[in-house]
């Protein structure tokens, strides 16, 4: 990869980051000669990201490795209109205080993925509401729908998907790719962004800035996709059976969290690793290159790595503890996900407690569970379905409960 002048084009392809990019030579060019601002959107529609969006992030984090300058964009404006790209239905509208909340919330984990600050390469976070509220909506029609045809907007694959399915896409969904491309424009003439970055799908809407940029202003700017990140078994990144796999600590525990990486499929241990830590890509290739059952020792550093990373190597450490105690030894570590219940309650059930507990999510699924005689209490098999949490069930303090051999929690009387 030496033909690239700038270590920031060469890290993001040399680690897999590269999809699609509008100009790559340009973009090197610039980057080996001076600081380039980069920026990456994020809409505040949950009040955590998921691992979905963990790529995304390491972007913006090998930005600022590189010299660079990372702009976290939150879109405080569009939020209320919502993304149609890969979305069959409209998503829910959200009032200001709901997505105030899940802005600050979502912001938890890229202090601990980069610097934030007001140094030279320190990220800075940008809200588009800061321009979009002060656009009517006559000045905003005059000054920029000019410059988008109707006939090149249905061309891009977030309507052409929604359309081919017969899902119905509102004018307010359809309005979405001019406000990220107007994003672009304004982050360009505020602080001098010259980059754009995203996933795969977000290529139209990318390209779109990029041509609104050279368009009115007649600015050269750059626009880089990642692949879309699946597993090798072709499942989403990020989806787990008992869902999402969120960022925040309050939403997944770091326990679950390392869990979920030390879980990844053997095909998929080294392209993880070069996406998703700062291990040397000669380290990796060893890890990646381990056979057998010598391949869980390169899934147990993929899982310490990233989990360093996101909640500090003193929670890396004790999910490893965690896991080797509950795994090897039969036991229920600290780290485990835990409830809480009244044991005078008589409406709890066993069952019910696995639902809480986020090892099912129904409490049909947990029979189901029982019937293959997945769903353990104490590493036996539960076998009544209205059993009731008992005093003789409460070891150590709590109750074990497993579903499989890999997935567990615990549950202690209040």
């Known amino acids: 990869m030496s033909e690239y002048k700038s270590e920031l084009v060469r890290v993001l392809v040399e680690r897999g980051y590269h999809f699609q990019s509008t100009d790559l030579e340009g973009l090197d060019k610039a980057a080996s000669e001076g600081v380039v601002t980069g920026y990456i959107g994020f809409d505040a529609t949950a009040s955590s990201l998921h691992v979905g969006s963990l790529v995304q992030?390491?972007?913006?984090?090998?930005?600022?490795?590189a010299g660079h300058k990372p702009?976290?964009?939150?879109?405080?404006?569009?939020?209320?209109?919502?993304?149609?790209?890969?979305?069959?239905?409209?998503?829910?509208m959200l009032d200001d205080e709901q997505i105030a909340a899940n802005k600050a919330s979502i912001l938890q984990p890229f202090s601990r993925l980069m610097s934030i600050g007001d140094?030279?390469?320190?990220?800075i976070v940008v809200d588009n509401n800061e321009w979009f509220a002060e656009f009517g909506y006559l000045e905003f029609l005059r000054r920029f729908g000019t410059h988008f045809t109707i006939n090149r907007m249905l061309t891009f694959e977030s309507v052409?998907?929604?359309?081919?399915?017969?899902?119905?896409?509102?004018?307010l969904e359809f309005n979405y790719m001019l406000l990220q491309a107007v994003d672009f424009l304004e982050l360009n003439r505020r602080t001098g962004c010259t980059l754009q970055l995203g996933g795969g799908?977000?290529?139209?809407?990318?390209?779109?800035?990029?041509?609104?940029?050279?368009?009115?202003?007649?600015?050269?700017?750059?626009?880089?996709?990642?692949?879309?990140?699946t597993t090798a078994s072709g499942a989403k990144m990020g989806k787990t059976m008992d869902g999402a796999v969120w960022l925040n600590a309050d939403m997944r525990s770091p326990y679950e969290y390392w869990q979920f990486?030390?879980?990844?499929?053997?095909?998929?241990?080294?392209?993880?690793?070069?996406?998703?830590?700062?291990?040397?890509?000669?380290?990796?290739?060893?890890?990646?290159?381990?056979?057998?059952?010598?391949?869980?020792?390169?899934?147990?550093?993929?899982?310490?790595?990233?989990?360093?990373?996101?909640?500090?190597?003193?929670?890396a450490r004790e999910?490893?503890?965690?896991?080797?105690?509950?795994?090897?030894?039969?036991?229920?570590?600290?780290?485990?996900?835990?409830?809480?219940f009244d044991m005078s309650d008589e409406a709890v059930t066993l069952v019910g407690l696995f639902v809480e507990a986020g090892l099912a999510g129904s409490n049909g699924e947990v029979r189901r569970h029982m019937k293959a005689g997945a769903a353990k209490v104490n590493d036996a098999p539960l076998t009544d379905p209205?059993?009731?949490?008992?005093?003789?069930?409460?070891?150590?303090?709590?109750?074990?409960?497993?579903?499989?051999?890999?997935?567990?929690?615990?549950?202690?009387?209040?």
């Open 201 to 229: 799908d977000q290529w139209g809407n990318i390209v779109n800035g990029v041509e609104l940029c050279r368009r009115v202003d007649q600015k050269e700017v750059y626009g880089f996709t990642t692949p879309l990140v």
């Open 57 to 65: 992030i390491m972007m913006l984090r090998r930005m600022q490795q």
């Open 386 to 414: 209205f059993a009731r949490p008992t005093a003789d069930l409460v070891v150590e303090g709590a109750i074990k409960l497993s579903v499989g051999k890999k997935r567990h929690a615990l549950a202690k009387p209040a």
């Open 319 to 340: 999910a490893e503890a965690t896991a080797r105690q509950t795994f090897a030894g039969g036991g229920a570590g600290d780290a485990l996900p835990t409830v809480t």
């Open 119 to 123: 140094g030279p390469t320190d990220a």
């Open 261 to 315: 990486w030390r879980n990844t499929e053997d095909a998929d241990v080294g392209r993880f690793l070069r996406l998703f830590t700062d291990l040397p890509l000669d380290e990796i290739a060893r890890l990646e290159a381990l056979e057998g059952a010598e391949i869980n020792d390169a899934k147990v550093r993929l899982a310490n790595e990233a989990t360093t990373l996101l909640h500090g190597a003193d929670a």
């Open 71 to 92: 702009i976290i964009l939150m879109g405080g404006a569009t939020t209320k209109i919502g993304d149609p790209t890969g979305k069959d239905k409209v998503r829910a």
């Open 160 to 171: 052409k998907q929604r359309l081919s399915r017969e899902e119905p896409m509102t004018f």
